[in-house]
C-alpha cells in the first residue's frame, strides 16, 4: 500500500513504522510424523515395541497433564481451561497488564484442537499390525504456554498433548522491536500493536529494520531452543527421555505477517490517505 502514496499525502503523516507483525512457527519432530519412524522412535524410548498401542500412546497423554496441572499448582502458575470462542491470547495479555510478571512461564491455556493422533492396529495373535494417523484428525487438548521471553517479549508455545507432541511457536515482531528499544533506551509509546509516539523515530526504525536482516534467523532458533525442550515437551518427556529417544524438532514458517502502522494527526488526514 505504501508504494501508492504520493508524496503529498507521505507528507500528511506524523510517522511511518514497518514492522514484521506476527510470526508463527512450526515444530515438529521429522521421526513421529511418518509410520515407520514413529516405530522406531517408540523402540529408542522403551528398548522394544512392546507396550506400542494406543492404550499407552493415551496413558502418554494422560501423563503430560498431570505432570503440568501438579507443577503448575506447586509453582502457583494458573491453568486456564478454555471454552470455544475464548480469545487465548487476550486472556493472557490482561494477565500481564494485572499482574507483576518475571521472565518465562507465567500461565497455560488448554484448549482442544486437531492434531497428528497415531492408531497403532493389534493383530488377533498379539502384534502390531499397521500403525496409521486417525483421519480425520480428533481433537485434542493443547496447552497454550504463555512465555515472557526477555527478548521477545509475550510469546505463545502451542504443544499437543499427543505425541508426537506437534507444536506452534507464536510470537509478534511489535513486541521483538518495544524490547530492543528499551535496552538501547528509545523512548516510545505503543498501544497494542501500533507504537504511538517516539522522540526518535530513525532510531526506532532502525531496530525494526533488525528484523529483515540474516540475524533473525538465529534469534528465532536460540528463541525456540530456550523454551520448548525444558518449558514444554518437559511434561511429556524428560531431559533423559529426550536424549534417550533422540527427540529433536524441526521448525518451518507457518505464517509472517508484515504490518505498517499509521499514525495522523488528525482524522481529516487518514481520510486523504486512504480515499486514494
Not at 502514496?5 to 521421526?31: K, N, Q, T, W
Not at 499390525?129 to 527478548?151: M, R, T
Not at 505425541?163 to 516510545?188: D, S
Not at 497494542?192 to 538465529?218: H, Y
Amino acid at each position: 500500500m505504501g508504494d501508492r502514496f504520493s508524496a503529498h499525502y507521505e507528507d500528511l503523516l506524523e510517522g511511518v513504522y514497518d514492522c514484521v507483525d506476527r510470526i508463527v512457527l512450526h515444530a515438529y519432530f521429522p521421526m513421529g510424523v511418518n509410520e515407520g519412524g514413529f516405530r522406531c522412535w517408540w523402540r529408542l524410548l522403551n528398548g522394544s515395541d512392546e507396550g506400542l498401542d494406543n492404550a499407552h500412546l493415551m496413558r502418554m497423554a494422560g501423563r503430560f497433564s498431570r505432570r503440568l496441572r501438579a507443577w503448575a499448582q506447586a509453582h502457583k502458575i494458573p491453568v486456564v481451561d478454555c471454552a470455544v470462542g475464548e480469545r487465548k491470547h487476550e486472556i493472557a495479555a490482561d494477565y500481564l497488564a494485572t499482574h507483576e510478571v518475571r521472565s518465562g512461564l507465567f500461565m497455560i491455556l488448554v484448549f482442544r484442537s486437531p492434531a497428528l493422533v497415531w492408531d497403532v492396529q493389534i493383530s488377533g495373535t498379539g502384534k502390531i499390525g499397521n500403525i496409521e494417523a486417525k483421519q480425520p484428525w480428533p481433537y485434542v487438548n493443547h496447552y497454550h504456554f504463555q512465555i515472557l521471553d526477555p527478548e521477545w517479549g509475550h510469546i505463545t508455545i502451542k504443544m499437543s498433548g499427543h505425541p508426537p507432541f506437534g507444536a506452534q511457536i507464536m510470537l509478534n515482531g511489535h513486541e521483538y522491536v518495544a524490547c530492543r528499544a528499551k535496552t538501547k533506551k528509545i523512548e516510545f509509546t505503543k498501544e497494542g500493536n501500533c507504537f504511538t509516539d517516539t522522540p526518535d523515530a530513525a532510531r526506532l526504525a532502525r531496530v525494526a529494520e533488525t528484523l529483515s536482516d540474516e540475524q533473525t534467523i538465529g534469534r528465532l532458533s536460540r528463541l525456540c531452543e530456550r523454551w520448548i525442550y525444558s518449558t514444554c515437551l518437559l511434561f511429556a518427556l524428560d531431559l533423559e527421555e529426550q536424549r534417550r529417544s533422540q527427540f529433536q524438532y524441526q521448525y518451518s514458517i507457518y505464517q509472517i505477517e508484515y504490518s505498517r502502522n499509521l499514525q495522523f494527526q488528525v482524522g481529516g488526514q487518514m481520510e486523504q490517505v486512504f480515499s486514494l
